[in-house]
């Protein structure tokens, strides 16, 4: 059984910087993408990015230059590093992982489209 454990939410000010931490376990290799996705108050459920396992990170346009999404394959782990962070941050952050080797996309609501969800870190920014 997939498993995928998130941690690492809180709340920060705006401008400050939080990482979350996401593994996976259960999987047979790591021929897998995971990724990343916010649940918005307003329970859209934005893309933050995706590493695939041999690749270089994507991210969304909102998050571009201020988030980094780095994977160690050898723990099963991926990371998001935020830094810069807004108000428009704040959601429930989900990590993900699928072996289906396609591009993940915007997603409402959350929890369908890609195989495996965590349950959810919230992350609050105040201005």
């Known amino acids: 059984e997939v498993q995928v454990v998130e941690s690492g939410g809180g709340s920060v000010q705006s401008g400050g910087s939080l990482k979350l931490t996401c593994t996976v376990s259960?999987?047979?290799?790591?021929?897998?993408?995971m990724g990343w996705y916010r649940q918005t108050p307003d329970n859209a459920c934005r893309l933050v990015g995706q590493?695939?396992?041999?690749?270089?990170?994507h991210y969304s346009e909102s998050v571009e230059g201020r988030f980094t999404i780095s994977r160690d394959n050898a723990k099963n782990t991926v990371y998001l590093q935020m830094n810069s962070l807004k108000p428009e941050d704040t959601g429930v952050y989900y990590c993900?992982?699928?072996?289906?080797?396609?591009?993940?996309?915007?997603?409402?609501?959350?929890?369908?489209?890609?195989?495996?969800w965590g349950k959810g870190t919230l992350v609050t920014i105040s201005s």
């Open positions: 993900v992982a699928d072996a289906g080797g396609f591009w993940f996309r915007d997603r409402t609501p959350c929890n369908h489209g890609v195989d495996y």
């Open positions: 590493v695939p396992s041999d690749g270089d990170p």
């Open positions: 259960g999987f047979q290799g790591n021929d897998y993408d």
